[in-house]
């Protein structure tokens, strides 16, 4: 792998199972002779290569096979076929709470992410930086997560993904979520790290944010790259599709 790479995707096909339509009961099963179950491409021979430093944006119409791309790039999904490689770490952030236990308090969730990412080792002021950068109260992160709003939540969640010094920062349309206050925050420590080298990977619903934070993307239908190229060309033809 050529060392400039940071992220290859390499004709990767990932489908899933799910349940045939009209297929409920084992007289159905007989009687309509149908499979239970049936394979949906999700992603079909998708190829994608992003050099260090790079920010790319996936931009798509809902189930066009976003968040499976992230998901796979991020080692949670195993393709069917194709080879991903990855010659770097990453800190994920694929959906709101994600990594979270909800019985824990803020502050253990904390303690507990900071540990398995090996931040805590590396940095004594991690624990003060994620509260400072949340805004969250210390009568707040001394509460069960399960008693915060969506907001909290995300506040949480996407202070600790910062505080893991990672090559590269994976971003899946967690940005609609918390004040406008928060949102800002965020994409200006987005650009932050842009422009401290860091790799982005990053989708959105938000042609305008894409185009800000990176400099090319891709567009998703149907499980394929239509198109690929400059992010400001590529938002453009997203918003054709509507």
Known sequence: MDQGLIIKVDQVH??????????????????????PF????????ISVEVRRGESLGIVGRN?????TLLRTIAGIIKPDGGKVTVNGTFAPILAIGAG???ELTGYENIKLLLALYG?????????????EFSELSDE?????????????????AFSISLANDSDILIIDEVMAVGDQGFQSKCKEKIYQMKNQGKTILFVS?????????????????KGEVIHAG????ICSKYNQLF
């Open 63 to 67: 189930g066009s096979g976003k968040s």
């Open 140 to 156: 707040v992160l001394r509460s069960p997560v399960k008693q915060y709003s969506s907001g909290m939540v995300a506040r949480l």
């Open 119 to 131: 931040t805590a080792r590396k940095n004594a002021n991690a624990i003060d930086n994620i509260r």
């Open 230 to 233: 400059d992010s400001q060309e």
């Open 14 to 35: 990932v489908s899933f199972w799910q349940n045939n339509v009209g297929v409920y009961t084992l007289k159905d099963l007989i009687t309509q002779r149908k499979r």
């Open 100 to 102: 979270l236990e909800s």
């Open 38 to 45: 049936k394979s949906k491409t999700i992603l079909n021979n």
């Open 205 to 221: 619903h938000f042609p305008e944010d894409v185009a800000k934070i990176c400099n090319k993307a891709i567009l998703l239908e």
